[in-house]
């Protein structure tokens, strides 16, 4: 693919359109622009980019492209347009872009870029900028354009040791293996998509199983619950029948019943008998302890009687004895002294009818009287005190009675309790009451299975209702996990894809790498003066590179000289681009910069010899030391580029061979 | 010592020539009969007393019956015994209450094995 034609207009130093008319290069492939230095060549280079890759979205490097005088003119529009030829077929792009409104100050002046492309005269597929972009990195990818529009001083970045990312990229692009590369990236996406979406499908597998177990669970509970509901019925039917034959049997002993309640009313009765007759027991032992009193009753009252008697007696003595002291005294004195109280004289005849008069008589005044020794008085209030208690107590002889009558009440009932006890004889009174203990216990039985089918029949619900909610989820889940197997098939195809796609690279970089590790090394050789040092240009599998000797030794790069480094990375980009899947021109921007006479005169004889096109952006010294006159039979074109210093732009003019 | 702390002249125990008759008259579960011995040998001093007759206490070997303290803890039988016989002695008073039981004892078994109860004994006694 060849440039024909590249016309800009505003771009930098050129102020209004040039053209550059790669007329010639059918039949003389290298062309010439020559330019002294900050004139505008690699304005050329950067214009040829710009119209093919455009300004990476940034806004700010198209301002600085614009050029200074356009931007100051309203409606000014910056544009390169190139022309390229292959073969039968011709492409046109080209991209422009224009201040919004009035003056452009700022970048934000700046409207969006537009493209037009051009297939053989043709609009291509509606103008779409990003279609657009696509075909033209199909026709040269913007990173494999590095080995073919380049800074003859900036290519021995690539001899610097390991190339970088980018830079592998790129010479993958180079050489069409980024298709593999990018559908093996693209199978390996998928396949983490797909991976990514099946172990979710198998997270989702897993709990369907969980589930699914979970159901079986519940489904084993609820056919033992219902078992176990029909078990309970069963029996409580069975016990219902049992409780209808207990009390049919009862019924038929329900005058023995009828007995049984008499017999325990006349036993409780007796009880209460026996709990009184105890009572009277302890009345009639405290009685048994003054029942002699009650045999003494009479006697302590007769004593009792006689004893007041004898005290009243005894008191009335004891005070005649004192009067009879008294009066026995006075008359002592009165005897004594021969006259009364009174202060009359006494004779015996007197005195006797004194006495007479105080009723003594002269043995009363001889004798003393002395109080019996028994202490009547308090025999009697003793005696007095016992017929008291007597009186106050009931007699042992009422107690004795009423313990009488108690025990022929109990005899009585004892009587009654044994004919009563005679007539059950044909009924055993146990029987009964286990009878009765029996329907007891059924209905107990029947009230505690019917709590329990109640409960059954509870759980059966609940189970009901969480094996619907399960089998929605189960549903739910197994819809979701239906494309699993295609899936799992869908992952091993794009693994083998991958693996594939990653051998083909690897194969195919291996094969080109030697190839390619071919050319550069012959390249070298035409090149380099030092044929004599270097016995080959190394290329690796990461496509760094090296240079080995005739000892087979390999100079670390860093420690050549950067011309070598130069000549080298020319040497390979050269060797690649023999290789390379996208036909382009090569555009250098000079080329022999740090170079000396022999390299630069071997590099224009490989350029001779190239047989594609090249565009050489050179200084006047460039071409000096018979450069020019080696390339001369393949110059088509040759262009100068004319600088105005009063306004700063650039022009350029065909120069005449 | 007075008279009243040893009423009874100082006797320490009752003994009887008729102990047999005594526990034949006394069983604490029959309520036909009297429950202590003491109970037996008050009515039976009361039954002598009542009728005014004794047995003389002959000479021989006699049985242990109760402990004398025990025998008239409300003193009534004291001061009968004193009313009734005011001149004697405390012990003379003992020996007549416990010749009046020995006289009391043998009229109550005798009815008390025709009727079958103390209390029909006496009612038929007095």
């Known amino acids: 693919m060849n440039l024909t034609q590249l016309a800009i207009s505003n771009f930098r130093p050129y102020y209004g359109e040039t053209v550059l008319d790669f007329g010639a290069v059918a039949d003389r492939p290298v062309s010439l622009i020559h330019g002294p230095n900050g004139y505008g060549k690699t304005s050329i280079l950067l214009a040829l980019q710009w119209c093919l890759?455009?300004?990476?979205?940034?806004?700010?490097?198209?301002?600085?492209?614009?050029?200074?005088?356009?931007?100051?003119?309203?409606?000014?529009?910056?544009?390169?347009?190139?022309?390229?030829?292959?073969?039968?077929?011709?492409?046109?792009?080209?991209?422009?872009?224009?201040?919004?409104?009035?003056?452009?100050?700022?970048?934000?002046?700046?409207?969006?870029?537009?493209?037009?492309?051009?297939?053989?005269?043709?609009?291509?597929?509606?103008?779409?900028?990003?279609?657009?972009?696509?075909?033209?990195?199909?026709?040269?990818?913007?990173?494999?354009?590095?080995?073919?529009?380049?800074?003859?001083?900036?290519?021995?970045?690539?001899?610097?040791?390991?190339?970088?990312?980018?830079?592998?990229?790129?010479?993958?692009?180079?050489?069409?293996?980024?298709?593999?590369?990018?559908?093996?990236?693209?199978?390996?996406?998928?396949?983490?998509?797909?991976?990514?979406?099946?172990?979710?499908?198998?997270?989702?597998?897993?709990?369907?199983?969980?589930?699914?177990?979970?159901?079986?669970?519940?489904?084993?509970?609820?056919?033992?619950?219902?078992?176990?509901?029909?078990?309970?019925?069963?029996?409580?039917?069975?016990?219902?029948?049992?409780?209808?034959?207990?009390?049919?049997?009862?019924?038929?002993?329900?005058?023995?019943?009828?007995?049984?309640?008499?017999?325990?009313?006349?036993?409780?009765?007796?009880?209460?008998?026996?709990?009184?007759?105890?009572?009277?027991?302890?009345?009639?032992?405290?009685?048994?302890?003054?029942?002699?009193?009650?045999?003494?009753?009479?006697?302590?009252?007769e004593q009792a009687r006689k004893m007041r008697l004898m005290a009243d007696e005894q008191l009335r003595r004891s005070r005649e004895a004192a009067r009879k002291a008294t009066v026995r005294e006075l008359a002592d004195r009165i005897r004594a002294d021969g006259r009364c109280i009174c202060g009359q004289v006494l004779d015996d005849e007197s005195f006797q009818k004194l006495l007479i008069a105080l009723g003594l008589t002269e043995q009363d005044l001889e004798t003393d009287d002395q109080p019996d020794g028994l202490d009547t008085q308090r025999l009697t209030r003793g005696l007095e005190n016992a017929l008291a208690t007597i009186q106050g107590r009931e007699a042992f002889a009422s107690l004795v009675a009423k313990m009488s009558m108690l025990e022929n009440d109990l005899d009585e009932i004892d009587t009654v309790i044994a004919t009563k006890e005679t007539l059950l004889a044909g009924f055993d009174e146990k029987t009964i009451q286990t009878l009765i203990e029996a329907i007891a216990n059924c209905r107990g039985n029947q009230e505690l299975l019917s709590r329990e089918i109640g409960d059954l029949e509870g759980r059966i619900q609940d189970l009901g209702s969480y094996r619907e909610r399960l089998e929605t989820q189960i549903r739910r889940l197994g819809g979701q996990i239906a494309g699993l197997e295609k899936l799992t098939e869908e992952l091993d195809v794009l693994n083998a894809t991958a693996r594939a796609f990653d051998d083909i690279v690897h194969e195919t970089s291996s094969a080109r790498r030697n190839e390619i590790q071919d050319a550069s090394t012959r390249y070298f050789k035409s090149i380099t003066n030092k044929l004599h040092a270097y016995e080959r240009l190394l290329i690796e599998d990461d496509f760094s590179f090296a240079l080995e000797d005739t000892q087979g030794c390999r100079p670390p790069m860093q420690l050549i000289s950067a011309g070598e480094k130069q000549v080298t990375a020319l040497s390979f980009i050269l060797g690649l681009n023999d290789f390379s899947q996208h036909e382009a021109p090569i555009l250098m921007d000079t080329p022999m910069g740090r170079l000396d006479k022999e390299h630069r005169k071997n590099i224009a004889t490989v350029l001779r010899d190239l047989g594609r096109q090249v565009i050489l952006l050179v200084t006047d010294t460039d071409t000096e030391f018979g450069v020019r006159e080696i390339l001369a039979p393949v110059i088509g074109d040759e262009f100068e580029i004319v600088h105005d210093q009063a306004t700063l732009t650039s022009t350029i003019a065909r120069r005449n061979s | 010592m007075s008279q009243l702390e040893r009423p009874w002249g100082g006797a320490a125990k009752i003994y009887t020539k008729k102990r047999r008759l005594y526990d034949e008259l006394t069983d604490r579960k029959n309520s036909k009969k009297l429950p202590r011995l003491m109970d037996t040998f008050h009515v039976a001093a009361a039954l002598g007393i009542r009728l005014n007759r004794a047995d003389l206490l002959a000479e021989g070997p006699r049985e242990e019956l109760i402990n004398v303290y025990t025998v008239d803890s409300e003193g009534v039988l004291w001061l009968l015994m004193s009313s009734l016989y005011p001149d004697a002695s405390g012990q003379e008073r003992f020996e007549k209450l416990v010749a009046h039981a020995e006289y009391g004892v043998e009229r109550l078994a005798e009815e008390y094995r025709t009727f079958g109860s103390i209390q029909s004994a006496l009612d038929r006694l007095l």
Do not use: W
């Open chain 1, 53 to 301: 890759y455009g300004h990476n979205r940034r806004r700010r490097e198209a301002f600085e492209y614009f050029n200074t005088l356009a931007r100051t003119e309203a409606g000014s529009l910056m544009q390169v347009r190139a022309e390229f030829q292959s073969g039968s077929k011709s492409y046109t792009i080209v991209r422009r872009i224009r201040g919004k409104n009035g003056c452009i100050e700022t970048a934000q002046d700046l409207d969006n870029d537009e493209i037009t492309f051009l297939e053989d005269g043709e609009r291509y597929q509606g103008q779409d900028p990003v279609v657009i972009q696509e075909r033209i990195n199909e026709l040269l990818p913007q990173n494999a354009s590095q080995f073919a529009f380049f800074d003859g001083e900036k290519i021995e970045v690539y001899s610097g040791g390991d190339p970088s990312e980018a830079t592998r990229d790129a010479i993958a692009t180079v050489l069409g293996l980024h298709l593999f590369t990018q559908a093996k990236e693209d199978a390996v996406r998928l396949t983490y998509e797909v991976s990514t979406e099946r172990q979710r499908l198998l997270s989702r597998e897993q709990e369907h199983a969980k589930l699914a177990r979970e159901m079986e669970e519940v489904e084993q509970d609820l056919r033992e619950a219902r078992a176990q509901v029909e078990q309970r019925k069963d029996e409580l039917k069975e016990m219902k029948a049992v409780e209808a034959d207990l009390v049919r049997q009862l019924a038929a002993h329900e005058e023995a019943r009828q007995i049984l309640r008499d017999l325990e009313e006349l036993r409780k009765t007796r009880s209460d008998l026996e709990t009184k007759r105890n009572e009277l027991k302890d009345q009639m032992q405290d009685a048994s302890a003054h029942l002699y009193l009650d045999i003494l009753a009479p006697v302590l009252t």
